[in-house]
């Protein structure tokens, strides 16, 4: 039986993790990201900001319902050679503003997604400079998972913020990194169905 997402029974479920990890399938980001359209079309956007490499998958889930385009933007916390916390967030990949898309943010709404609001520092560290360097004319976020949990970043006044769900503050295992896990999709998928609750595995 599969539990309709406004069920608190449903929420309640996604509690659920193996390993202290909780795995989503593409179906769960697919409905979790999909579930903010009717207020993203609220506000509007002119064009979609994907923050890479987790915000990529569902800014393209939602370009479909949305129709406008979509610009990558990559930033890095840790430093993947030492496996630390950088002092400060560095700029990795920017869009360029003199081409049809980039010319869709200067003075127009744009959206701004990425696939977990954890500390939210590199959140905070994306949405200021997208209005420092290309003076939006007003900034929504949204993210498909927020980690309750205090955050370190903090979000300009104005920018309002979306996100599909609240979870617990765990590892949250996403499947376009299966791999990482040492996983195959499908495999990775099974343990998503143990995690939503749907499939053995659950008391
Ligand atoms: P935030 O502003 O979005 O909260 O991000 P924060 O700086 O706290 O997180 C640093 C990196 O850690 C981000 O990825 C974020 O996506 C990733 N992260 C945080 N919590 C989780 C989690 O539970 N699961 C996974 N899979 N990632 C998590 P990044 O460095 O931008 O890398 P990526 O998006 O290219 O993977
Ligand atoms: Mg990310």
Avoid at 22 to 41: A, G, M
Avoid at 63 to 71: A, H, M, N, S, W
Avoid at 160 to 176: Q, R, S
Wanted: proline letters at 5%; glycine letters at 6%.
């Amino acid at each position: 039986m599969s539990l309709a997402k406004q069920d608190p029974a449903y929420k309640a479920s996604k509690s659920l993790d193996v390993d202290g990890k909780c795995y989503f399938s593409y179906s769960d980001i697919h409905q979790t990201i999909c579930s903010l359209v009717p207020r993203i079309k609220e506000f509007d956007p002119s064009v979609i900001i994907a923050i890479g490499g987790g915000g990529f998958i569902p800014a393209r889930m939602l370009r479909t319902e949305l129709k406008v385009p979509i610009l990558a933007i990559s930033l890095e916390l840790y430093d993947d050679s030492t496996n630390t916390a950088r002092p400060e967030v560095k700029k990795i990949q920017w869009f360029d503003e003199n081409s049809d898309v980039g010319s869709k943010v200067r003075g127009e709404k744009v959206l701004i997604v990425d696939e977990v609001d954890d500390s939210r520092a590199t959140l905070q560290f994306a949405v200021e400079e997208v209005i420092k360097c290309n003076e939006p004319a007003a900034v929504c976020v949204a993210v498909v998972h927020n980690k309750r949990k205090e955050k370190k970043g903090v979000l300009p006044p104005n920018v309002i913020y979306l996100a599909g769900e609240d979870v617990d503050d765990k590892w949250n295992c996403y499947p376009w990194d299966a791999a990482a896990y040492g996983n195959s999709i499908v495999e990775h998928e099974k343990l998503a169905k143990v995690c939503s609750g749907v499939a053995e595995g659950r008391d």
